[in-house]
C-alpha cells in the first residue's frame, strides 16, 4: 500500500511538471537585446563629442563674380611671415598686428583685408592671420599667392 501510494506521488509529480513546462520554442526573449542596445546607446552617447569646434568659415565668390576696384585707404595688405606679421616695411607681432587691424576696421565701411601669402611661409601662420582677422571683426578677406 505505502508503494502504490508513492507511485501515485510520483505520477502526480511528474504531471504536475508535464503540466508546468511550456512550450518556448517560437519565443524570443527580449530583454538580453533591450540590455544590449541601451548599453550601446550609453556607449555611443559617452564616446561621442558634443561640442562645436570653431573654424574660420570662408564664403568664396561665385563664377560669375568679377573684379572690384577698391580706393587704396580701402585696402590693408598683410604678409605673414614666419616671425611675424608685415604691414609695408613693418614687421609686427600679432597683438601689435590686431591693433592695426581694429584700428583699420574702425576707420570706415567696406574696408578689406588682402592677406599675400608666400610658398617660403608655413601654413599655420595664414591661419593664425584669418584667425586675427575674424577676432577683430573683418569680414572680407582676400587671399592671394605670392612666388617664392
Known sequence: MIKGIQKKVQMLQRARVRREKRDDSG????????????LLFIF???????????????SLPSARAGA???????????RPENEGFRIGNRLLTRDAF??????????????????????RVKYDRLVDTLSVARENGMRKVSLQNEGG
Open 68 to 78: 572690384v576696384r577698391l580706393a587704396p585707404e580701402q585696402v590693408l595688405e598683410v
Open 27 to 38: 519565443f524570443l526573449d527580449a530583454t538580453p537585446i533591450g540590455d544590449l542596445s541601451f
Open 98 to 119: 590686431a591693433s592695426e587691424l581694429r584700428r583699420f576696421k574702425d576707420s570706415g565701411p567696406d574696408k578689406v583685408l588682402i592677406i599675400r601669402m608666400s610658398l
Open 44 to 58: 555611443f552617447i559617452v564616446t561621442s563629442s558634443f561640442i562645436l569646434r570653431e573654424g574660420i568659415f570662408l
